[in-house]
């Protein structure tokens, strides 16, 4: 079946420095996939998404490209702020009209200032 | 401001209790979703609305039940509490079933003695 994973963490940085967190997928067809970030005490909040293969979707500074060739989504960010400690999931949908919608297990990401 | 509001916050239960998570959506969405998160686990579906009227089961359904009288309410209902349905709860909703962004509420934390 459909599934999404993600790299181990806690990944832990310093502000400033370079952030890549892994994802990969396995899906019968074409998903859209996803990157949400949660908060502490909060949900999940959509962070990003891209539908087909080589869209790169962005927002707050945040890049993630579909791979189609490597199924892979590795979310990047330039320069981690403090503010961007949180947790980051990565998540795929299918696009048949289904209620699939798969999650990875979620990195938690620690910058410290 | 839209959302979703879930209530309570938190709850401690006894085994063997019924206990009704409440879930409300202001965003008129079609479909809507409760998932449990557990550490190491990510997010799990335990149950899903594509519309008012219309409900179907998630990866992990047993133990639970949900209703969907209206468009903007989406209760959660655990019959009798087990220790192991202790979990944050999240409830979502998305315009439509499957390949859309999803808006989560903030969680119910439930500790089940």
């Known amino acids: 079946g459909d599934s999404v994973t993600q790299m181990e963490g806690p990944v832990t940085l310093s502000e400033e420095a370079f952030l890549t967190i892994n994802c990969t997928y396995t899906a019968t067809g074409y998903p859209s996939l996803f990157w949400y970030v949660q908060y502490p005490g909060e949900g999940l909040q959509l962070l990003l998404k891209a539908t087909k293969a080589d869209d790169k979707g962005s927002n707050k500074g945040f890049e993630a490209t579909y791979r189609k060739e490597t199924t892979s989504f590795h979310l990047e960010k330039g320069s981690v702020q403090v503010s961007d400690s949180a947790v980051y999931f990565c998540a795929l949908s299918d696009t048949s009209g289904t209620y699939k919608y798969i999650f990875g297990t979620g990195t938690r990401l620690k910058v410290l200032a | 401001i839209a959302g979703i509001t879930q209530a309570p916050t938190s709850q401690i239960l006894a085994a063997g209790r019924r206990m009704t998570l409440r879930c409300t959506q202001d965003m008129r969405h079609n479909a809507m979703y409760w998932y449990r998160q557990d550490l190491g686990l990510g997010l799990r579906l335990i149950h899903y609305?594509?519309?008012?009227?219309?409900?179907g089961k998630g990866e992990v359904p047993d133990g639970y039940s949900v209703s969907r009288a209206n468009t903007d309410d989406f209760p959660l209902t655990l019959a009798s509490a087990v220790p192991s349905q202790t979990s944050v709860y999240f409830c979502?909703?998305?315009?439509?079933?499957?390949?859309?962004?999803?808006?989560f509420g903030d969680g119910t934390r439930l500790s089940i003695l």
């Open positions: 979502a909703s998305s315009e439509f079933l499957g390949d859309q962004p999803q808006h």
């Open positions: 609305s594509n519309t008012a009227g219309t409900t």
